[in-house]
């Protein structure tokens, strides 16, 4: 389970080495602007899905994913943020 989203920031983290023309990762890793507008895009369709009762895992993936490229677009390291996260564990 967890492999999937370790996948994923491997994926970001290879795509900012390594850029693909036309890639829908790497629009969102070079353009800051355009991963905060999907990232409050895709929370707001979550919501919104969840309030429906519809749709709500594929709302929940896209957000998972907008959100592990605005983080990598904006050098913020999960390791850093399961760091944290550990840190708050009581």
Do not use: C, Q, W
């Not at 850029?19 to 919501?47: A, Q």
């Amino acid at each position: 389970m967890l492999n999937t989203l370790e996948s994923l920031f491997n994926l970001a983290r290879e795509r900012k080495k390594t850029p693909i023309d036309g890639s829908y990762t790497n629009k969102l890793l070079s353009d800051k602007s355009l991963s905060k507008e999907k990232i409050l895009e895709e929370i707001n369709e979550l919501i919104e899905a969840v309030e429906k009762n519809s749709n709500k895992i594929h709302e929940a993936a896209d957000v998972f994913y907008h959100l592990i490229m605005y983080l990598e677009a904006n050098d913020v390291k999960i390791e850093d943020v399961m760091e944290e996260l550990n840190k708050r564990k009581k």
